[in-house]
């Protein structure tokens, strides 16, 4: 069964910081992309299990809430991703990037 992605949209850096920090601390996934989205906004995307993605979305999404100045522009899971989309999207595992076990 292929892994859950999770991805948290923000604008400004200090948010997605935050929201990264907090995913990663509150489910046992994998940061697999953070980059430039576009017009200063950012995005970060995780894997995991939907049991883990979940509930590490929602407290990425809480920890943008908090930052001062940050603004969440969109979040979403995909909770059983095509096989297609690791193509699409730089979400693979890779040697830099190892699922968290």
Not at 39 to 65: D, H, M, Q, W, Y
Request: charged share 15%; no cysteine; hydrophobic share 50%.
């Amino acid at each position: 069964m292929p892994a859950a992605v999770g991805v948290i949209q923000t604008v400004g850096f200090p948010g997605i910081l935050a929201a990264a920090d907090a995913m990663v601390k509150a489910g046992r996934v994998t940061l697999v992309y953070y980059g430039l989205a576009e017009r200063a906004e950012f995005l970060v995307a995780i894997r995991g299990s939907t049991s883990e993605v979940k509930p590490a979305i929602e407290a990425g999404v809480e920890a943008v809430n908090q930052v001062y100045g940050a603004e969440l522009v969109d979040y979403y899971i995909i909770p059983n991703p095509p096989e297609n989309l690791e193509v699409v999207l730089p979400i693979k595992y890779t040697t830099k990037v190892q699922q968290f076990m």
